[in-house]
C-alpha cells in the first residue's frame, strides 16, 4: 500500500499477523502499529521474569530488533504473533538468567504515582508492601514455573500460546503452572497475614 | 480463603499494578531508525543487483571489448536490414546434419569465413512474434542488424553505439516467419 493513502486508524484494525506481513514488505507505519500494540506485554513479560527495568527494556527492544531481522520466520500455523514474540523474549530472558545476572540485576523503582490521601497513606503502603511482597514471590520461582505463571496468570496468554512461546505441550504448562502456583502459596504463606491483601491464617 | 484463591488474588494484584507499565519511547524511536536503515539498505541492494545485472548482460552482449565485437565483413554491401550472412536448417524432430540453404535467390560465394575470433557468444533467444504457430522446422539465419535491435528486445545500448552493426542469428520458422532473434558477439 503506497504511503500517504493509508487512513488513520487502519493499521488498528488490521491482525497482528497481517501488521507483520506488511512490516516485512517496509511498511514503517505496521511495524510502529504491532509494536505499540504488543510491546507493553513483552515488556512486563521480561520485567516480571527478571525484576530488573533495563533489563526488561533490553529484551523488549531485542525482541522487536529479532522481529525485524528475521520475522520471515514466524509461521502463522503455528500460533499466534503475541506467542511468536513472547517465545522470542523468552529466550532473551534465559540467556541472561543463564549467565547469571539475576544476584546484578537491579530492583525496579517504584513508579512515581499520586500520592494517596494521608488517611489511605498506610493501607496504600501496606497494599504496595504486599505486591511487593507478591513480586519477590514470583521471581524466587525456578525459571521454568515462573515463566508459566508470568504467561498465563500474570499475561492473561492461554495454555495454547504458552505452550508455543515457552516450546514445549500444552500439557507441560499445565503442570508447570500447577506447580508453581503451589511453589508460590507455600511462599506467600508465611507472610500473607497482617498484609492487605485478605487472608486468614486459618485458611492458609 | 483457600490457598489458590489467595495466590491468584495475589497474582491479580501485582497484574493489575503492572498494566500500566510499558516500554520507554526511546525503545520506538530506536527500532523505527533500525527499520528505516534496514528498508533503505534493502532498496540499495536491489538496485545494486538490478545494475550489475544489467552491467554484466551490456559486458556480455555488447562490450566484450571494440576487438570483441564482429568487425564489418571486409566487402559487406550497402548496410541492409536482415542480410543473410550464412543459414543452418534447423529440424526439430530430426537430428540429421543441417543442410545450408541459401535465402536470397542470387547465389552468393560460398559461406563468408567468420571473423578470426575463435570463440562466438551469444545471447538467449528473444521471441518476435507474440503468438507463434506451432514450429516444426526452421533456419537459422545469421545476419547484421542495428545495434538499435537490441534495444527493441530490452537488451541495454549506449546511445551512441546504436548505429553501431551486431551479428545475430534470426530463427525463421516453416511458414518464412522470423520467431526469434539472439545476438552474437566474439571473444578473443
Known sequence: MAEGHVPSGYWMILTDAALLEQALTGEEDAFTALYRRRQGGVYRFALQMTGSVAVAEDVTQETFLALILHGTRYDQARGTVAAFLYGIARNLVMRRLDRRLRTELEVFPEHVEECAGPEDLLEDLTRRESIEHVRQAVLSLPPVFR????????????????????????????????????????????????RSIECSPKSM | MQPEEYVAAALRALAEQDAGREAPEEVEMRLRQVFRHRRARRKWKAVVLASLAAAAALTIVFLAGPRGRPKPAAPTPAPRELVAERTVQVEVAATAAPTPVHSRPKPRPAVRPLPAQPREVVTEFFPLLDVAPP??????????????????????VNQERLGDRVYADVLVGQEGLARAIRFVSYEQ
Open chain 2, 135 to 156: 514450429f516444426e522446422r526452421g533456419e537459422l539465419l545469421r545476419v547484421m542488424v542495428p545495434a538499435a535491435t537490441m534495444r527493441r528486445v530490452g537488451l541495454p
Open chain 1, 147 to 194: 515463566e508459566a505463571v508470568v504467561l498465563c496468570d500474570l499475561q492473561d496468554s492461554s495454555y495454547e500460546e504458552a505452550a508455543m512461546a515457552l516450546d514445549c505441550p500444552v500439557g507441560t504448562v499445565r503442570s508447570r503452572l500447577n506447580r508453581g502456583r503451589s511453589m508460590l502459596a507455600r511462599k506467600l504463606r508465611g507472610a500473607a497475614c497482617g
